[in-house]
């Protein structure tokens, strides 16, 4: 699963398991908060978590 993640994405996830929000996390890395949700999505894409189903929640969940 993890493998496909780019190194962005990646880091977005790890903003995400800790609960950062969009906003938060676009301001920790200087980017936009749409650049953000296009990586969510990247990642919602890749590992198959709907968009119903909560991402973070995901991340606790399947990730040690």
Do not use: P
Not at 8 to 31: D, N, P
């Amino acid at each position: 699963h993890y493998t496909t993640l780019t190194s962005t994405e990646l880091l977005v996830a790890t903003y995400v398991r800790a609960g950062l929000t969009a906003a938060q996390t676009a301001s920790v890395m200087f980017v936009s908060v749409r650049a953000i949700e296009k990586h969510r999505q990247s990642i919602r894409r890749k590992l198959d978590v709907s968009a119903a189903e909560d991402l973070r929640s995901w991340f606790v969940e399947h990730v040690r």
